[in-house]
């Protein structure tokens, strides 16, 4: 164990959660409270993130945020659950270790490589010009409203609590470092969709932005055993916003599975 992780539950069956950039393990409170009885759920800090260490500007983020989740995996098989960045984590895990992945939640998977060739992309890139420039001008608070603007929780940016807003405004710049991996995937992760053996629950808010629906429709059209629900009311940050929904839907997930615990 990191050290830098919250756990929940003292049940048997195994549960990873992995949160989104700019927040922190404690994301998942509400869903992994839901989630109840018979499941021990670990979360870890993604690195640059709570308690965890900062990253590395040498090394490439996704490699390092992903090797430094290992020391945190629950032993034997286990349900994989991610959130936007850490959605990524979890299905890279799902791709390099199908032994130990007994289920994965995919939750508005930040993967954009996903739908590249589609309008959607091309409107996402136009939708984050406002947060491109700021990012060129070193502004980091422009950066972070305008990053908000799009994938936060539809607070105003002036409306936010102080503390976090200087919380996501000292870690911006883990956005832009996060691009060679979710715009170029060079963990090569869209290619091996197919090989993903494991059933697969894809979840989005049904208000997001619509580079997420393009991209789980990619996903739900290369994954072998893929199942999808759409949030009414929810945004991008669903799994905060609208626990119970989420919780449910994992369970009932998890349900499908039972024979396999």
């Not at 640059?48 to 996704?62: F, S």
């Not at 349900?79 to 799902?94: E, M, N, Y």
């Not at 060079?186 to 208000?207: D, H, Q, T, Y």
């Amino acid at each position: 164990m990191s050290g830098a992780a919250r756990q929940w539950g003292d049940g048997p069956r195994e549960v990873l959660a992995l949160h989104c950039s700019l927040a922190h393990s404690g994301a998942w409170e509400g869903v992994a409270r839901l989630l109840g009885p018979g499941h021990h759920i670990t979360a870890p800090d993604i690195l640059g993130h709570g308690k965890a260490p900062d990253i590395d500007p040498a090394r490439d983020l996704h490699d390092q945020c992903y090797d430094a989740i290992l020391p945190d995996l629950p032993e034997g098989r286990f349900d994989a659950i991610g959130h936007s960045f850490g959605a990524t984590l979890a299905l890279r895990l799902a791709e390099d270790m199908p032994d130990r992945i007994r289920s994965l939640t995919l939750i508005e998977p930040v993967i954009f490589a996903a739908a590249k060739g589609s309008g959607a992309f091309s409107g996402y890139m136009e939708q984050m010009m406002e947060y491109a420039d700021a990012n060129s001008r070193d502004d980091r608070e422009a950066e972070t409203r305008a990053f908000l603007d799009v994938w936060g929780n539809g607070a105003d940016f002036e409306d936010i609590p102080p503390a976090q807003k200087t919380y996501a405004m000292d870690r911006i710049r883990f956005i832009k470092a996060s691009e060679p991996a979710l715009f170029a995937d060079n963990a090569n992760m869209v290619p091996r969709l197919s090989n993903i053996s494991a059933p697969v629950l894809l979840v989005e808010g049904n208000e997001s932005p619509p580079i997420i629906r393009a991209i789980l429709d990619r996903m739900e059209q290369d994954i072998p055993d893929s199942s999808r629900i759409s949030v009414p009311g929810a945004g991008h940050m669903v799994p905060i916003s609208h626990p119970r929904q989420v919780a449910e839907a994992v369970l009932h997930h998890f349900g499908a599975l039972s024979d396999a615990v």
